[in-house]
């Protein structure tokens, strides 16, 4: 009866110290490296990196942001190759915006380093499209559709989602040693029901991108003790 019950508890301590160990995630090639990710309880389903011996408090020096490009990598195996360079520019631009109105005037977006800045590197990898099925208005270039107004945007309501399948790829470096302090994957799946239900393109893709600002704002403020 010892033996069976030292066994059953080794067994669960294994488990239990398994289940802890930071883990390789699977990544696109985007980031330096893909070792020592876990989720966190402020992570949200993320796989999260932070520079050993530090927490997401010691973030607290840097009050500035740097941001590189934000890059869009396709997937190899997206069912739908046709990605319009327009719609790519769109992505990457109103990703940038949303950064920008979301962190400033509180934490500047700035274009040279400093020893209160944080440079982060920013990538949606994997991005696949299902092939389509739609209008030809489907095939015009979301940001014409943009410009053109709210009747163009609600005219294709129904149409098959921009975003199928992709993940936010982030590191952040300190902008003097250059040191990585944190990196983060999130793999992120658009709903099909919405899209059946009448839901646009345009609203799911703005969604996606304002549901990773959003969580990137709050985990900032929890960084320097903001509520």
């Known amino acids: ?118 440079v982060f590197r920013m990538a949606i990898t994997g991005l696949e499209r299902k092939s389509p099925e739609r209008s030809a208005l489907g095939y015009i270039p979301i940001a014409l559709l943009i410009s053109a107004g709210g009747k163009a945007i609600n005219s294709v309501q129904g149409e098959e989602a921009i975003i199928y399948h992709a993940s936010l790829e982030a590191e952040g470096y300190d902008a003097v040693s250059g040191a990585r302090m944190l990196a983060l994957v999130d793999d992120r799946k658009s709903d099909d029901t919405e899209v059946k239900k009448g839901g646009s393109n345009i609203k799911i893709l703005d969604e996606t991108l304002d549901y990773w600002v959003g969580r990137f704002r709050r985990n900032w403020d929890k960084a320097h003790g903001k509520k």
């Open 1 to 118: 009866m010892k033996t069976t019950l030292y066994l059953a508890l080794s067994a669960l301590c294994v488990l239990l110290l398994s289940g802890c160990e930071s883990q390789p995630v699977k990544g696109s090639g985007f980031l330096v490296s893909y070792e020592g990710f876990e989720q966190r309880p402020w992570s949200d389903g993320a796989n999260v990196y932070l520079k050993p011996g530090t927490t997401l408090t010691d973030l607290n020096k840097y009050n500035k942001i740097m941001l590189t490009p934000i890059e869009i990598w396709q997937s190899d195996s997206s069912e739908y190759k046709g990605v319009d360079p327009q719609e790519l520019a769109y992505i990457a631009n109103s990703f940038t915006s949303k950064i920008k109105a979301a962190f400033e005037p509180d934490y500047p977006i700035v274009k040279e380093p400093g020893p209160d800045v944080l």
